[in-house]
């Protein structure tokens, strides 16, 4: 017996989509019906594998992290943690279910979080529907939003969420991930909500979070937030990796905590690359460059395998995606480093931008916007202009892909 895959669609006259069922399909809910309080003959241990969760691929070949049933449920608790408001009982929660269930952040931080509080979900089948995420805000008055920048953003300037004609004033708390957090769009939506947009910060390999800023405290923005309870933080050399660095220098980013995963499926040697002892503890080596303020909240700068090195100098294209965003006429960008066209075995910098609605901008206009802002060996010496930034599942930029679509570009010049 299986559940629908719901193969055959429909659509109707105001474009939504109905699902029509295939031979053998069942309704969850008469299944729900048919088993309600009979419990599965299979023994699950805490230790049991849960799931196999596939990276992103942001940097390379996907990988399967896997993750047992206490990492999951670690991961909730710690979560819960953070976001859990004294006084309010969790069925009176509203989750606005706007990020994908197959990957890890929906699965635990909406969908077992709602489960463990009693709450309601409302389902969003397509968030790239903007129209149909402000009609379901709307109408169900969600207390809590789960989702990435872009998302946000695109709420932000939504023409029935500018006029008023719907209110998000129902929104209470968000948590932001898989991209950094534009400072614009966090106060832009929390002047429209009135609540509080969290940026967090998470991995496939320990999932789903591992920092968050608190609700009930401090937000820094451009920051992470601080650990998750039991989550332990170090930031070492990027020179040997073991030699813990002073607070405020970058080095790169390793946690312990329950959360953390077994390891890759089928990938001992790339699991003894992240996944290291150190005192007692297991260390994961996360690739991702960060910085520890005195107050111990964290920054992430870029990932490892993304730092370039232009001119002797090591360069973050993080920190110049950030830069470009504030110009009017960006609406996204990405930065990635390319072969120097020139000189072999250098780098140069290369951004992709997505124009806001309604900007003409230009190549140069844009060079020397950044060159205002920037160090000369920071400045991007290539503009392109497209459509729509390749991305991963959960809105993550594949910088693999923009470096691909530059090395296409030049062999079709060339052949």
């Known amino acids: 017996m299986r559940a629908s895959c719901f193969r055959s669609r429909a659509k109707k006259k105001d474009g939504h989509f109905i699902e029509a069922l295939q031979s053998g399909d069942f309704w969850l809910q008469d299944l729900l ?7 599965p003959s299979v023994a699950v241990k805490p230790t049991d594998i849960a799931l196999f969760q596939y990276t992103g ?12 049933h206490a990492n999951l449920v670690a991961n909730m608790l710690q979560q819960e943690s953070f976001l859990a408001v004294d006084g309010v009982p969790g069925e009176q929660e509203i989750f606005l279910g706007a990020i994908p269930f197959f990957h890890v952040f929906g699965m635990v931080a909406v969908l077992a979080m ?7 979900v409302i389902l969003i089948p397509n968030a790239r529907e903007i129209n149909d995420v402000v009609e379901c805000i709307h109408k169900f008055k969600p207390t809590l939003f789960h989702g990435v920048p872009a998302l946000y953003n ?10 008023g004609e719907i209110s998000l004033r129902s929104i209470r708390a968000c948590l932001s991930g898989s991209a950094p957090l534009p400072p614009s769009v966090k106060a832009e939506f929390e002047r429209l909500s009135g609540g509080t947009l969290l940026e967090g910060f998470g991995m496939s390999e320990a999932p789903t979070a591992t920092h968050v800023n608190p609700l009930r405290g401090e937000n820094r923005v451009g920051s992470i937030g601080l650990p998750l309870p039991d989550t332990d933080m170090r930031i070492v050399s990027l020179d040997d990796g073991e030699t813990d660095v002073p607070v405020g220098e970058v080095g790169e980013l390793l946690m312990a905590g329950p959360q953390i995963m077994l390891g890759y499926h089928n990938m001992p040697d790339e699991t003894a690359k992240v996944l290291r ?20 909240y964290f920054y992430i700068v870029d990932r490892k395998k993304d730092m370039a090195l232009i001119g002797g100098y090591n360069v973050y294209p993080n920190a110049i995606e950030k830069v470009l965003k504030n110009h009017p006429g960006v609406a996204e960008v990405g930065v990635a480093a390319v072969p120097h066209p020139d000189k072999v075995g250098q780098e140069t910098l290369k951004a992709w931008v997505v124009k806001a609605d309604g900007a003409e901008i230009t190549e140069a206009e844009l060079i020397k916007f950044a060159s205002e802002h920037l160090a000369p060996y920071e400045v991007p010496r290539r503009i392109a202009f497209i ?29």
Do not use: C, F
Not at 154 to 163: F, M
Not at 388 to 408: Q, W
């Open 33 to 39: 019906t048919t088993y309600a309080g009979k419990k």
């Open 57 to 68: 691929g942001t940097t390379g070949v996907s990988k399967a992290a896997v993750a047992t």
């Open 114 to 120: 709602a489960a463990k509080l009693g709450s309601t």
């Open 154 to 163: 695109a709420i932000n300037i939504h023409p029935k969420v500018q006029s």
């Open 277 to 296: 002892e150190h005192d007692g503890k297991i260390w994961l080596y996360t690739g991702d460059i960060a910085r520890m303020d005195e107050d111990g």
């Open 387 to 415: 459509d729509e930034l390749p991305k991963s599942a959960v809105g993550k930029t594949l910088r693999r892909e923009l470096v691909r679509l530059e090395m296409e570009s030049r062999g079709k010049q060339t052949g």
